[in-house]
């Protein structure tokens, strides 16, 4: 066993997309700061980020109902949609400054347009979804909408959902053909490759098992290699925790005054993949529905063309389970081993406040494969079982926390925890995740590098040209930024492959 001991600048616990992302700003920021990443499984992107184990869906808010909510007076509040679709433009800037220079050289291999659809059933449903486009259509952030409630319309969007529906059913979609499909999983390996050019040193089969602050404000990790038992000791100025779901366990050893009272709890989640090419072949959109109640928010069904491993594939889901892994490759013990003095109020609150929860897993957990065929046949009316096949996708930690609303309170965005001296980040969450993590990573170098803002704001201003403007209030800068990414990441005058290639 060695403790043979080195420092360095920057530490990375996790191959994923947020250390990919980060790393990349660092590394184009301050070219001379040494990066260290250090990652448990043999590859990056093989969990969260995995392209089997998230939507893809590349979140701009464009689709998913779940960000626009009914007011009690009946109008809509677009808010939150505005907010996660300009850290969405935060991501295509950056991928495209990368595109630029270089450091990617074919967008195609991350990136497709394809059409981002709301979709819903119901009278009550079909008056929501109008109101809700009359409120975003006026938006120059979501330009190019179309809804509709013409059966013959919709027959030409989604043919797969409309034939064989019955005529008397009310239903209306939205539509907007500036949508993308993403592959994160692809992306990180990208990011990670470009890296490893730039003489970031990468260490896979490396798990981080404690972390410690030394006397001089620095970090101190035990790092095993997991295939030879060896263990060394690292000492970085920084570090960050991006190990998805297994990020909660380093924030309590880490023992920061700011990871006291948060909680995790697990929630999995099941996709649908058709295996049937011709079924494949008639859709061609990512169409978001309604969550039913009682169901957490990343678990509003879809149905969703991906393009994975070059051809074009169909998912529906995601169907909630329950396992007590914080990773799909973690430990039964989990759940157990994060609850702690310091947050088992915040747990047991939680636990009490959200049985609809519970009760909602448990009845998905014990959905047999033909009551999941009678919730896809709500999209599909005529989707056969033999077409379809079960994946287990990802592990998400909700992050649960006392907040003004009270203990104990479930969060479902994603949430970065920083040390109040900023030599330590933590990312925990779920949703948007992947999709906001330029945004996200831009926020932690503001809070835990502010002696360095002032200097490096010009590169992050060329990089994101967008950074520090809002959006919302300047519609030219809008429709600069959408005509120059589109063209960039090759997503504008032509349409996605319809069929496999």
Not at 21 to 41: A, Q
Not at 234 to 247: E, L, R
Not at 434 to 445: I, K
């Amino acid at each position: 066993m060695s403790n043979r001991q080195t420092k360095t600048d920057v530490i990375l616990i996790g191959a994923g997309i947020m250390s990919a992302t980060l790393g990349t700003l660092l590394k184009e920021l301050v070219p001379e700061w040494e990066i260290k990443v250090f990652e448990k499984l043999e590859n990056a992107g093989e969990e969260s980020s995995n392209e089997w184990n998230n939507a893809g869906t590349g979140h701009a808010a464009l689709c998913e109902l779940n960000y626009t909510s009914e007011k009690p007076d009946g109008s809509i509040d677009i808010s939150k949609a505005i907010q996660i679709n300009e850290q969405f433009q935060h991501s295509m800037q950056f991928w495209s400054y990368l595109v630029n220079s270089k450091l990617i050289h074919d967008p195609q291999d991350f990136i497709m347009p394809l059409p981002h659809m709301s979709m819903v059933l119901g009278k009550q449903n079909v008056s929501f979804l109008k109101k809700r486009h009359e409120a975003m259509s006026k938006n120059s952030l979501f330009q190019g909408m179309e809804f509709s409630d013409d059966p013959k319309k919709l027959m030409e969007w989604i043919p797969l959902i409309i034939k064989d529906r019955p005529s008397n059913e009310p239903i209306a979609a939205t539509k907007i053909d500036s949508g993308t499909d993403v592959n994160f999983g692809a992306l990180t390996r990208i990011l990670f490759d470009h890296l490893k050019k730039k003489n970031v040193d990468i260490k896979y089969k490396h798990s981080v098992d404690n972390l410690r602050r030394t006397s001089d404000g620095s970090w101190e990790l035990k790092i095993r290699n997991i295939n030879s038992g060896s263990v060394e000791r690292q000492t970085a100025k920084f570090v960050f925790i991006g190990g998805g779901g297994g990020s909660l366990h380093l924030l309590q050893k880490s023992g920061i005054p700011e990871g006291r009272n948060i909680g995790g709890f697990p929630v999995s989640g099941i996709f649908m993949v058709c295996n049937n090419p011709a079924v494949v072949a008639q859709h061609h959109a990512k169409v978001y529905g309604k969550a039913k109640l009682g169901a957490p928010p990343m678990s509003v069904p879809h149905l969703d063309t991906r393009f994975i491993d070059n051809k074009k594939s169909l998912l529906f889901g995601p169907f909630a389970g329950f396992s007590p892994k914080f990773l799909k490759t973690g430990s039964m013990f989990d759940l157990v081993t994060s609850v702690k003095p310091n947050n088992l109020v915040t747990m047991l609150s939680a636990g009490a406040k959200n049985m609809s929860l519970t009760k909602y897993l448990i009845e998905q957990v014990m959905l047999s494969k033909e009551k999941r065929m009678e919730e896809l046949r709500e999209f599909i009316p005529s989707a056969k079982t033999e077409d379809w096949e079960l994946v287990v996708a990802g592990q998400r930690v909700q992050v649960i926390k006392d907040t003004a609303a009270g203990k104990g309170t479930l969060q479902f965005g994603t949430e970065v925890i920083s040390s109040a001296d900023g030599s330590l980040a933590a990312l925990l969450g779920a949703s948007p995740g992947a999709s906001t993590a330029v945004s996200v990573m831009l926020e932690l170098v503001t809070k835990c590098f502010p002696e360095h803002v002032k200097e490096w704001e010009p590169k992050i201003k060329e990089m994101i040209p967008s950074y520090g403007v809002s959006l919302l209030k300047h519609p030219e800068l809008i429709d600069e930024i959408h005509t120059s990414t589109s063209r960039i990441l090759g997503l504008s005058g032509k349409k996605s492959l319809e069929v496999s290639r």
